[in-house]
């Protein structure tokens, strides 16, 4: 708030939209670099209704595509580099500190992660590739290490021991106090309702209007409507994701819980979309495990959704968990909502407007956009500041997608 009687700052040097993840990384990079930025939110922080909220993501190094598993050094480099900045633990795994660390979210232990799928599937390959690795693991094997994993006839596991576990919410927040730390003015509660293009970029909110010479549009489920206004039809589909909480059969089991890895499938017939979970962090005694897929939805209308609304998810997750994770209760004890933004082939948009040059758009992170964030807001800034991006961009472009170009110009 400007104090009274004292004109509000109305000028910039960059201006970032959404103080998801994306944004809060990227305003973080620019401030860093001493750019005068301001970040705008719509809601007052913090709020759990985007995609940025909740206690846990994966962080992992595994990937089948290697143009994401090639960041995932970096992004672990500067997710360290934050936590050393501020003294926060932000995430539990071997980097941090490995096994038995103690912190505020009890006794910590290194969690890993296994990929599970058929036996040859070409991307559990990739990603076993992608560890460097040449074993993996059988049903034996893998009962032996995680006793609360059954693996199906012709099903494998591969595992990647540098996963953990990213503290989602408190990683938005301490990245956001950095950016203020640095210069960076954050106003929430703020919605951005008008952009107008130009050498001076001028955006309207709810309660006032700034310019910047550069724009950049992390605005998660809403950005489509955004790029409307900009002329671009830009193919993201925002779904609503049920996030589930699965009780143990038995309280304390030592084969679940706190103690299990993070898993992820590829493959499987039964769950073509995929199945991930995470050990017991926000609840303890449950397991997250969820669909990775939900139903399409406005964003503007996500409160909107009756209870009674038919739940496909759960049906799929309940019969994944009698076969695969049978220690498990089959009903969710508790059940949350997060939205995702896909796009066609489930890779960001990381780009230029193509025809105003200083606006940029992250987008379209298709539910695994977390543990990137911080190469992701070093590229949008990097994009931005109009220098050459850290890595090779074809596979983020926007020219990807066919007739975008065309509705734009
Ligand atoms: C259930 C679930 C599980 C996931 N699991 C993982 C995982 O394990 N690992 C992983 O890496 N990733 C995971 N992800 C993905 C990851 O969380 C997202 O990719 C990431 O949070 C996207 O961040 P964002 O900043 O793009 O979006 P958001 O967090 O939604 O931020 C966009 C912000 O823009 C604001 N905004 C929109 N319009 C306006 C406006 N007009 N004016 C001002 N502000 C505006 C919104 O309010 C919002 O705060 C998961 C996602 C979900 C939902
Ligand atoms: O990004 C991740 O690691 C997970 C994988 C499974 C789906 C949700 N996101």
Known sequence: MAAPNQPQKSTYDVIVIGAGIQGSFTAYHLAQRHKDTLLLEQFLLPHSRGSSHGQSRIIRSTYPQEYYSRMMPESFRLWQQLEAETGTTLYRGKESGGSCRKGEQGELTQTGLVVLGPRGQPELEACRRSLGVDEVLDAAALAQRYPGFRLQAGKVAVLDSTAGVLFADRALRTVQEVFRRYGGTLRDGEKVLRIEPGATVTVTTTAGVYKASRLIITAGAWTG???????????LQ???????YWREK????ASLGSVSPCFLTLGLSQAPHGIYGLPSIEYPGL???????????????????????????????????????????????????CLYTNTPDGDFILDRHPKFSNIIIGAGFSGHGFKLAPVVGKLLCELSLGEEPSYNMAHFAITRFPGVLRAAL
């Not at 925002?238 to 589930?244: A, M, T, W």
């Open 250 to 253: 038995q309280p304390g089991s």
């Open 238 to 244: 925002p779904l609503r994701i049920d996030v589930c």
């Open 225 to 235: 409507a955004f790029m409307e206004q900009l002329g671009l039809r830009l193919p």
């Open 287 to 337: 397991m997250k495990v969820c669909h990775h897929h939900g139903s399409p939805i406005d964003p503007e209308k996500r409160d909107q959704a009756p209870s009674s609304a038919p739940r496909p998810d759960i049906g799929i997750l309940s019969s994944f968990i009698s076969s695969y994770l049978p220690g498990l209760e089959t009903q969710p004890a508790v059940m949350e909502t």
